[in-house]
């Protein structure tokens, strides 16, 4: 009797009023709306004027008019074919001693640090308190021509006295990987921790040896984290301007440099909004070929 | 039992593992320090020229006089005036978002991550240009306010990632529980789910304070004359950079340090507390 009595209460609940179910639909809605908001208006809609500025021509004094000036993009393209090619080249090389240098340790402290996991994970990301400027002026300083590095050992007579590592392409490409290096080593952590301990433990029951078990199970499961890492790091590799101002030299020009002179110094909007867009469309291709491959998750969860 | 021990053994026999990986990763973690080092030592330095480039001798006289410079004194203020703005804006909006994804499937939410992760993966030149080229179009003054309104935008992925990630681990029960006992939806909120996922929010404010503070590169784009400390670093490259910026360096080096050991300690009180009252249950 009792359940008969509950019954219609319970099938009323099922059902909720027009008014609750209108707020419960745009709850979420109110939820995102000011963030998405600023996002929209500070992130996506900027991209759209660099679209379109892309496509002016004009310069400074006579002003801009928007004409479809596909010009601007062969151009900037053919003008600075040079320094595209050294983003690719010192980007690239970066991407690849970050992942170097980051896989192993990764690795390490996911698998063999014991309970000091969590410490040894936090003693790697503190060096990026500091201010990133700051941090690339330290290595301009630490790899300088006579600095605390080579000058003892141009003393020495080990190095000749013309050794320089500054302004060198090594040199560019490993402060890009020193920069970046976050953005590398936490996917892969973050992939290589979530691996679940009985599937090692079983391939090592089934006689893998340690080469084998990394080689069948370690390394095939971790590559999203590698591929989430190599796209975090070598996105804004590729267009950075810092490293390659203070660890480079003329001879070591990146696209970044020229897309940020164009703006500041020679004010030609159109040219610079055009060699920005093509990084544009380069991470929209990457991102769209990744999200294909692994989804979005290992991009923004961990 | 004996031959059990010996299959668990036989893989040991291979133990790349026992000596040059944690070399390795310890040579990682002196590498990724060197730079850091090297701003400490020549916070110490006792140059007189304009260049902090040489050692010359040892001198503690820069952190008796950190703040004599006025315009780097200036470009820190602005500094830490834009990056809590920021902070305190960016946390707000990008937790609602993160709780909005975790709760509810809603139709955009797809577009919402695609967004999120481009911000996050875009370089900073492009984003830096494309807000200028926004800014110009308007004719919107460029200052203090174009950079706050930079820093929320770069800072709000970064937020909502941190806080989803903690909010993964999160009961929805609690909040059912809550409400069936005549919550309403604001008390559920303060009274529940906020003191929970606090951690993570807290995380995703240093966090984004830390990144706003950092910034260089979009800063650069929209800041017109207004100088933050990178800013105001970069611009004193050309004429030498003075040991204050080293001594005001290795204070954020510190202050970070500092702040993560809070979050260590605080985070093994928590466990401990939870492991002591899951024995005595």
Known sequence: MQATAVKPRSAEGRKPALRVRVARAATPYLLIFP??????????LPLVFLAITSLESG?????????????????????????????????GLATLAALVIAYPAAYWIAFHAGPRK????????????????IRTI????????????????KNVRVLPSDFRVLATPAAVSFGLAYTFFPYMMLPIYASLEKIDRRLVESAEDLYSNRVEVFRHVIFPLSLPGVFAGVLLTGIPALADFINQDFLGGVGTTMVGRVIQQQFEVNTNYPLASALAFVFMVGLLAMLLLYQRFFGTKELISD | MAAHV????????????????????????????????????????????KFNIQWVGFTTRWFAHPFTIQSLTQAVYTSLLSATIAMVIATILGTMIALACHRYAFRGR?????????????????????????????????????????????SIPFVAVTVRARLAGFDPALEEAAQDLGASPFQTFFLVTLPIILPGVLAAALLAMAICLDDYVITSFVAGNTETFPLWVYGATR??????????????????????????????????????EAAQA
């Open chain 1, 59 to 91: 310069d400074f004094i006579t002003g801009y008019t928007f004409d479809m000036n596909f010009g601007n993009y062969s151009y900037g393209i053919n003008l600075y074919a040079a320094q595209f090619a050294h983003s690719i080249e010192f980007g």
């Open chain 1, 138 to 153: 330290s290595w301009e300083t630490l790899l300088s021509d006579y600095g605390p590095l080579l000058g003892p050992l």
């Open chain 1, 35 to 44: 963030g998405a908001g600023w996002l929209a208006l500070f992130f996506v």
């Open chain 1, 118 to 133: 969590a410490a040894y994970l936090l003693i790697v990301l503190l060096p990026f308190f500091v201010s990133f400027v």
């Open chain 2, 110 to 154: 797809a577009v919402l991550d695609s967004v999120l992760v481009m911000n996050i993966a875009a370089s900073e030149v492009v984003i830096g240009s494309a807000l200028l080229t926004l800014f110009i179009a308007f004719n919107v003054p460029l200052g203090f306010l174009t950079i706050v309104f930079a820093q929320v935008m770069f």
């Open chain 2, 6 to 49: 010996a299959v668990r053994q036989r893989p040991r026999r291979l133990r790349l593992g026992s000596w040059v990986l944690p070399a390795y990763a310890h040579l990682v973690i002196v590498w990724l320090f060197a730079p850091i080092i090297v701003m400490i030592i020549f916070a110490f330095n006792d140059t007189h020229g």
């Open chain 2, 239 to 276: 004429l030498g950079v003075p040991p204050q910026v080293n001594v005001i360096g290795t204070f954020i080096f510190i202050g970070g340090v500092l702040i993560s050991l809070m979050f260590a300690v605080a985070r093994t009180v928590a466990n401990r507390r939870v492991e002591r």
